[in-house]
Nanobody, 127 residues
Framework: QVQLVESGGGLVQAGGSLGLSCAAS????????MGWFRQAPGKEREFVAA????????IYANSVKGRFTISRDNAKNTVALQMNSLKPDDTAVYYC????????????????????WGQGTQVTVSS
């Protein structure tokens, strides 16, 4: 049974930084691309960033490019999201998720491609 547990959310002032972590279990972690998504109140869940199985390739939403960094540690079965220069618009519940397709050579941004969502962690950025 795949389980994802996010941590590291909290309240931060605009311009500040936060680091999120997602611990995965119940799967061969290095076989799957991983993604971070977020959902603000009244909005649909949206893509934030994704990382390839090896960690060598990453993609980002335009809204976070240059401010957020996704990384993974296959030895520890974790994926991280470092968020810098935070803005009030970044306020949301942040989720990590696993690519539904093992051993895929691609990383994608569509939420429908991902499954086994974690419970989420709240990030609130005050102005």
């Amino acid at each position: 049974q795949v389980q994802l547990v996010e941590s590291g959310g909290g309240l931060v002032q605009a311009g500040g930084s936060l680091g999120l972590s997602c611990a995965a279990s119940g799967l061969t972690f290095s076989n799957y691309a991983m993604g971070w998504f977020r959902q603000a109140p009244g909005k649909e869940r949206e893509f934030v960033a994704a990382v390839s199985r090896s960690g060598m390739t990453t993609i980002y939403a335009n809204s976070v490019k240059g401010r957020f960094t996704i990384s993974r540690d296959n030895a520890k079965n974790t994926v991280a999201l470092q968020m810098n220069s935070l803005k009030p618009d970044d306020t949301a519940v942040y989720y990590c998720a696993v690519d539904r397709i093992p051993l895929s050579p691609y990383i994608v941004s569509q939420p429908s491609r991902y499954g086994n969502w974690g419970q989420g962690t709240q990030v609130t950025v005050s102005s």
